[in-house]
């Protein structure tokens, strides 16, 4: 994954500037539900927390409202967005798209260095998916950093920078939801992230692209089965407008 990619253990690096130091600490809080969905984010409150001067909070904010993950309220000020499982399948569409012609990509221009990478990334991720499936304890970030680890290494070498960072914000987006839901969808996904390991040594980028389709899917159908993001939808008086270009002059 490329720089723009949320920190999933730990905080973003301190020595980075005020201003980006504060956006990264934020979007992390956000995406790994650290900070609910529809939550209010006062500039005084976030100053105290943050250390960081109101300018530049509101900058940062603006940021990530641009990336879908914040709601400028006008005069109310900013807020969390909020999750729908509309938006959820929309979000899963879209990585779905990147990731598939990544993967294409990456499949045909991989090297012995790649796959190796590949394997390492899927170990660490199915020895973490074994001690779920036990029932014994483990961190949701831990298991999620494995799990952005693996899908990070399939596409690696797709050769385009700005694929691998398109698709980085789309994983965050689609991260949000897991991770709101804290959703393991046990067995079958670890046997899906297993045929997409095979699928990689095999080079078979239309078997994996099937796989990650009925992957990603499912996930968001066992989410939306749940019913764990009502409690964080906005409610439909409050849902924001979209924005209408105006009507051309006679």
């Not at 779920?132 to 949701?140: K, S």
């Not at 897991?178 to 996904?189: N, P, S």
Request: charged residues 25%.
């Amino acid at each position: 994954m490329t720089d723009a990619a949320v920190t999933i253990t730990g905080r973003p690096d301190e020595e980075e500037g005020s201003g980006e130091a504060a956006y990264r600490r934020l979007r992390a809080d956000i995406v790994l539900g650290r900070l609910a969905p529809g939550r209010k984010l006062g500039l005084d409150a976030l100053r105290r927390s943050q250390g960081a001067g109101i300018s530049t909070l509101r900058e940062a904010l603006n940021r990530l409202a641009a990336e879908g993950l914040v709601l400028a309220e006008g005069q109310r000020g900013f807020a969390v967005a909020p999750v729908s499982a509309e938006d959820f399948r929309e979000v899963a569409d879209l990585r779905l798209l990147l990731e598939c012609q990544a993967i294409r990509d990456a499949f045909a221009a991989g090297d012995l260095e790649w796959e190796g990478q590949v394997v390492g990334a899927h170990h660490k991720l199915a020895v973490m998916e074994r001690r779920l499936l036990a029932g014994q304890p483990a961190d949701p970030a831990l298991w999620k950093r494995y799990d952005r680890e693996f899908h990070g290494a399939l596409v690696a070498a797709c050769g385009s920078t700005v694929l691998l960072e398109t698709y980085a914000a789309a994983y965050d987006r689609f991260l949000r939801y897991q991770m709101v839901a804290v959703v393991f969808r046990g067995a079958v996904a670890a046997a899906q992230h297993a045929e997409l390991l095979d699928c990689a040594l095999t080079r078979d980028a239309a078997r994996a692209c099937r796989v990650l389709e009925d992957h990603l899917q499912g996930c968001v159908e066992h989410v939306v089965r749940a019913g764990t993001l009502q409690p964080f939808a906005l409610p439909r008086a409050r849902r924001p407008r979209q924005a209408t270009a105006p009507e051309a002059g006679p």
